[in-house]
């Protein structure tokens, strides 16, 4: 989890509420992504970035919005939550796509 | 849907046999990596293997690639309880730029 970190942890919002997840890495990588990890589904890439205001979608980005103006800062926004976005969401970043990736501690969110 | 799918779901071993874990994938990859997750943390990355290697090793781990086979497996030695954890791999397409993730093998080593 070194150089990486995920804010908030935990947190829980009603549905329909606006969620901003922030993570932020110290290691001025370039590639930075995010993931919702779920029982049966593994991980999955909701959308990344290739850096400053560069970003492209991955295979679960319906209902997500992200936003990169620095390149220490990866934004993932939830318009307007809801229960089927209860997950643990991860950050990653790398230098690049054919590297390793290194992971946050993950923030838990809930959808009542 | 998923690329790599790991086998077996869930193994349950005593401190020092060895464990063994299988992903297979279905499309050409650049590379194929294994991770490492305990619980309620992030994931760590542990080895990362090319489409030219057939074989790797990092102290008490060993993988292999079969490309032909679309398949690799990741050995634990001599397990500790330790190495209880999610083990996930994960591959790099040659169409894409990201990785792609299994759902995981549920490792428990028994003391």
């Known amino acids: 989890d070194a150089g990486i970190t995920q804010s908030p942890r935990h947190k829980v919002t009603e549905t329909g509420t606006p969620v901003t997840l922030r993570c932020h890495q110290t290691?001025?990588?370039?590639?930075m992504y995010w993931y919702r990890q779920d029982p049966g589904h593994g991980l999955r890439l909701i959308h990344y970035?290739?850096?400053?205001?560069?970003?492209d979608k991955g295979e679960v980005s319906d209902g997500y919005s992200v936003s990169r103006s620095k390149t220490e800062d990866f934004l993932l926004t939830l318009e307007s939550a809801t229960s089927s976005q209860t997950s643990v969401y991860f950050c990653?970043?790398?230098?690049?796509?054919?590297?390793?990736?290194?992971f946050g501690p993950g923030t838990r969110l809930t959808v009542t | 849907s998923q690329q790599g799918e790991e086998d077996p779901q869930a193994l349950s071993i005593q401190e020092g046999e060895n464990a063994t874990m299988n992903c297979s994938y279905k499309?050409?990859?650049?590379?194929l990596q294994w991770y490492r997750q305990n619980s309620g943390r992030g994931l760590v990355h542990l080895i990362l293997?090319?489409?030219?290697?057939r074989e790797k090793h990092s102290g008490r781990l060993r993988v292999t690639l079969d490309t032909s086979k679309k398949s690799s497996s990741l050995l634990i030695t001599a397990s500790r309880a330790a190495d209880t954890a999610s083990y996930f791999c994960?591959?790099?397409?040659?169409?894409?730029?990201?990785?792609?993730f299994g759902e995981g093998t549920q490792l428990t080593v028994n003391p």
């Open positions: 290691e001025n990588h370039r590639y």
């Open positions: 970035s290739y850096g400053v205001k560069d970003t």
């Open positions: 994960a591959t790099e397409e040659t169409s894409g730029s990201r990785l792609t």
């Open positions: 499309t050409s990859i650049n590379n």
């Open positions: 990653a970043i790398s230098e690049s796509p054919t590297y390793e990736q290194y």
């Open positions: 293997i090319r489409s030219n290697e």
